[in-house]
């Protein structure tokens, strides 16, 4: 069963205050496509870098020898085109926690305005066996303190 946090404060995925965990990231020239502006496989590629840093910075790595998270399904909604040169500002958050994984909001952002949402359910994994764990308290108690 999943616990939601502050339901309502995700409402709106395309509201920059829904986001407390923030990181920036260049476009590059190999994100964009033929029509110009950048490709939508380059979005995924700015979430997994929002995600990164978020597990990293709340001292739970995404791999490593004790600690392995995984993605296993991740919805993008796409608002607008982003355009090179520039940069953009990926906004992430928990917004539920079950016993093994956990749901992750995201939104990209360019001068302020949203470009696309995000989510991605995450599975804490044993590292030997690669099959579902429980998340350990301190780290539930983490993730619950940085999105409340």
């Not at 190999?30 to 110009?36: F, I, P, R, S």
């Not at 502006?37 to 590629?45: E, M």
Request: hydrophobic share 40%; aromatic share 10%; glycine share 4%.
């Amino acid at each position: 069963m999943s616990i939601p946090i502050e339901q309502d404060a995700v409402a709106d995925l395309t509201s920059v205050d829904t986001y407390k965990h923030w990181v920036r990231d260049s476009f590059r020239f190999a994100d964009l496509d033929t029509l110009g502006h950048i490709n939508n496989i380059a979005f995924s590629t700015f979430y997994e870098s929002g995600r990164v840093r978020f597990f990293a910075d709340h001292n739970s790595p995404v791999d490593s020898k004790e600690l392995v998270w995984m993605a296993v399904k991740m919805t993008v909604e796409f608002k607008a085109q982003m355009n090179w040169p520039g940069a953009v500002d990926i906004g992430t958050r928990v917004i539920s926690i079950g016993r093994t994984s956990m749901i992750m909001a995201a939104g990209l952002f360019v001068d302020g305005n949203c470009t696309s949402t995000s989510e991605c359910v995450m599975v804490f994994v044993d590292p030997k066996t690669s099959r579902p764990r429980e998340i350990p308290d301190d780290i539930r108690r983490v993730f619950l303190d940085s999105s409340t």
